[in-house]
C-alpha cells in the first residue's frame, strides 16, 4: 500500500508541475559565470539611437571582459520611426562582432509579414505603424484612405523593394530565448503556463494580465512591447521599452552575475 502511495504521491507531483510550470528559482536570479546579456528594447525605426546604444554596449563588454557575450534584441526593429529599413540593414549586417546575437520577433514585425502575406486581412498593420514603415522602402506611393484596392497596391511596392535579406531576416526570427535565470520574449508570457508551452500570441501581444501578474516565473521575463518612462525592474519580470519612438530614449538592459543595470542612448 506504502509503494502504491508514493507512487501516487509522484504522478500527483508531475501532473502539478505539468500545470504550474517548473518552480521559479531559488535565490537572486543570475547568468552564468562569465556571461554578459544585453537586452535592448524595442527599436522602431530609430537607427541613430540604435549607433548610439549599441557603441555604448561595444565599450561596456570592453572594459568588463567577459568570456562570453550575448545581446538579446526583444523586436519591434520596424514602424514609427523614421527609418526601418536602415535598422534591418543594421542588424542584418551583424553589428556586434564576436557577440552571440538572437533577434526576437515582435508583433510590429508579424504584422509586416501580415501585411505580405494578405494586405487586406492586415490592413491594421498602417494604423500603428506600417506606413512609415512603407515610406522607408519607398512603397508608400501617394498616401490616402486605407482601402483594400490601396493596400494591395503598398503590399505589391513593398514586396517589389523589400530586400530578399530583410525578408528572410523577418521569417527567422525567434519567439524567446533563455539565458542563465532570464527568459527574453518581446511582450509577455500567460502567467501560470511553462516557457515551452506558451503560444505566440501571448509572446508577441500580452499585457494584462501579465503586466498584474505578481507571482514568480519559473525565469524572470525581461519583455519590451509596452512602454515605461523609466525601466522597470521587478522581482517577477523586467520591462524595458521606454519608447525610442517618441520620448528618444533607447534602452538595454545588462545582466551580469548577479548584477543588474541599463544602458540608455538618448537623442
Given at each position: 500500500?506504502?509503494?502504491?502511495?508514493?507512487?501516487?504521491?509522484?504522478?500527483?507531483?508531475?501532473?502539478?508541475?505539468?500545470?504550474?510550470?517548473?518552480?521559479?528559482?531559488?535565490?537572486?536570479?543570475?547568468?552564468?559565470?562569465?556571461?554578459?546579456?544585453?537586452?535592448?528594447?524595442?527599436?522602431?525605426?530609430?537607427?541613430?539611437?540604435?549607433?548610439?546604444?549599441?557603441?555604448?554596449?561595444?565599450?561596456?563588454?570592453?572594459?568588463?571582459?567577459?568570456?562570453?557575450?550575448?545581446?538579446?534584441?526583444?523586436?519591434?526593429?520596424?514602424?514609427?520611426?523614421?527609418?526601418?529599413?536602415?535598422?534591418?540593414?543594421?542588424?542584418?549586417g551583424r553589428p556586434l562582432p564576436g557577440f552571440e546575437t538572437h533577434f526576437?520577433?515582435?508583433?510590429?514585425?508579424?504584422?509586416?509579414?501580415?501585411?505580405?502575406?494578405?494586405?487586406?486581412?492586415?490592413?491594421?498593420?498602417?494604423?500603428?505603424?506600417?506606413?512609415?514603415?512603407?515610406?522607408?522602402?519607398?512603397?508608400?506611393?501617394?498616401?490616402?484612405?486605407?482601402?483594400?484596392?490601396?493596400?494591395?497596391?503598398?503590399?505589391?511596392?513593398?514586396?517589389?523593394?523589400?530586400?530578399?535579406?530583410?525578408?528572410?531576416?523577418?521569417?527567422?526570427?525567434?519567439?524567446?530565448?533563455?539565458?542563465?535565470?532570464?527568459?527574453?520574449?518581446?511582450?509577455?508570457?500567460?502567467?501560470?503556463?511553462?516557457?515551452?508551452?506558451?503560444?505566440?500570441?501571448?509572446?508577441?501581444?500580452?499585457?494584462?494580465?501579465?503586466?498584474?501578474?505578481?507571482?514568480?516565473?519559473?525565469?524572470?521575463?525581461?519583455?519590451?512591447?509596452?512602454?515605461?518612462?523609466?525601466?522597470?525592474?521587478?522581482?517577477?519580470?523586467?520591462?524595458?521599452?521606454?519608447?525610442?519612438?517618441?520620448?528618444?530614449?533607447?534602452?538595454?538592459?545588462?545582466?551580469?552575475?548577479?548584477?543588474?543595470?541599463?544602458?540608455?542612448?538618448?537623442?
Amino acid at each position: 500500500m506504502r509503494t502504491l502511495i508514493q507512487a501516487f504521491d509522484v504522478l500527483a507531483d508531475r501532473v502539478r508541475r505539468s500545470v504550474r510550470g517548473p518552480a521559479p528559482p531559488s535565490g537572486p536570479p543570475k547568468v552564468p559565470p562569465g556571461t554578459v546579456v544585453y537586452a535592448i528594447g524595442d527599436i522602431h525605426g530609430e537607427l541613430r539611437l540604435l549607433d548610439d546604444l549599441l557603441d555604448a554596449i561595444r565599450a561596456d563588454a570592453e572594459r568588463l571582459e567577459p568570456a562570453r557575450r550575448v545581446v538579446v534584441f526583444l523586436g519591434d526593429y520596424v514602424d514609427r520611426g523614421p527609418d526601418s529599413r536602415g535598422v534591418l540593414d543594421r542588424l542584418i549586417g551583424r553589428p556586434l562582432p564576436g557577440f552571440e546575437t538572437h533577434f526576437l520577433m515582435g508583433n510590429h514585425e508579424a504584422a509586416m509579414l501580415d501585411f505580405l502575406e494578405d494586405p487586406v486581412a492586415a490592413m491594421g498593420w498602417l494604423r500603428f505603424g506600417g506606413l512609415e514603415t512603407l515610406g522607408s522602402y519607398g512603397a508608400l506611393g501617394a498616401p490616402g484612405t486605407v482601402i483594400p484596392a490601396r493596400c494591395m497596391g503598398w503590399r505589391d511596392a513593398l514586396k517589389k523593394a523589400l530586400p530578399p535579406a530583410h525578408l528572410d531576416f523577418l521569417r527567422a526570427l525567434n519567439l524567446y530565448v533563455v539565458v542563465g535565470d532570464y527568459a527574453f520574449v518581446h511582450a509577455g508570457i500567460r502567467p501560470g503556463r511553462p516557457l515551452d508551452a506558451q503560444v505566440a500570441d501571448d509572446l508577441l501581444w500580452m499585457r494584462d494580465p501579465f503586466l498584474t501578474d505578481r507571482r514568480r516565473h519559473e525565469k524572470v521575463i525581461v519583455h519590451g512591447h509596452t512602454v515605461v518612462d523609466a525601466p522597470e525592474l521587478l522581482e517577477n519580470r523586467i520591462a524595458v521599452d521606454t519608447g525610442a519612438y517618441a520620448s528618444g530614449v533607447l534602452t538595454a538592459l545588462v545582466l551580469n552575475g548577479e548584477e543588474r543595470r541599463f544602458l540608455q542612448a538618448r537623442r
